[in-house]
């Protein structure tokens, strides 16, 4: 009697160790996902921490590696900016003063100022020499951007203004987009509401600016 209890204890233990294996496997799938986190781009490559781990996905080839920490991220990509929110093609906190506050994206730098009746109001000062010293933005929620452009959310659509033209246009309808991150070739976005990050290709005319977005992959 007691040998059949120590076994249907045995079998119990079992099973539950099987069951917990399963359900570790399922969650370390699904949870390899980006689910609505930011990154930045590195080579090509998108480095995200999804709360659980450190990630590098590789959009061309759809493939993401997870990260050993703090070794091979520092080795691979200098990790650590992601994990403070930088990176490039990311819009950082910079400094602020009486005026307002002043982000960087590339290598120029962006002033909002702290007037609330203009508080979607944004001011350029391109670091280019061709480049105006100063411009007054478009209306919108800035994202992210390069050197010569920025792109930026209003209205359910998103758009990119170009510093050297000083002008803008609608790269994509009907999307609903907190971050993006681009490196001028690649763009990510993200929404956390709805746990979802996109990849995109952005699409260039024959002059070489960028006047749309190509869906690469969806909730990667």
């Known amino acids: 009697m007691v040998k059949m209890r120590r076994s249907g204890v045995v079998l119990l233990v ?7 294996g399963l ?11 980006a689910g609505g986190h930011s990154g930045h781009i590195v080579d090509g490559r998108f480095y995200y921490f999804n709360g659980m781990a450190i990630y590098r996905y590789d959009p061309a080839a759809d493939s993401r590696t997870r990260l050993l920490v703090p070794w091979q991220v ?10 403070r929110g930088g990176g490039p093609g990311t819009i950082l906190e910079w400094a602020v ?13 962006y002033l909002r100022p702290h007037d609330g009746g203009e508080r979607h109001r944004v001011e350029a000062f391109p670091t280019r020499g061709y480049l105006p010293e100063r411009q007054d933005l478009p209306r919108g929620n800035f994202l992210t951007g390069t050197d010569d452009f920025l792109i930026f959310y209003r209205m359910n659509a998103l ?5 050297e033209l000083r002008d803008y246009w609608r790269l994509h309808n ?17 929404n956390p509401s709805q746990r979802t990050t996109d990849s995109w290709l952005l699409v260039f005319d ?4 960028p006047i749309a977005m190509e869906l690469i992959a969806a909730n990667i």
């Open 23 to 33: 359900v570790t496997l399922l969650l370390l799938a699904v949870g390899a996902r």
């Open 174 to 190: 009907e999307i609903s987009v907190y971050t993006a991150v681009t490196d001028g070739v690649w763009l990510f976005t993200a």
């Open 14 to 20: 079992f099973l539950g160790a099987v069951l917990i």
């Open 74 to 83: 520092v080795v691979e990509a200098n990790m650590h900016n992601l994990l």
């Open 159 to 163: 758009y990119l203004y170009c510093l």
């Open 97 to 109: 003063d009486e005026r307002g506050i002043y982000y960087r994206a590339g290598a120029n730098i």
């Open 206 to 209: 024959d002059g070489g600016r």
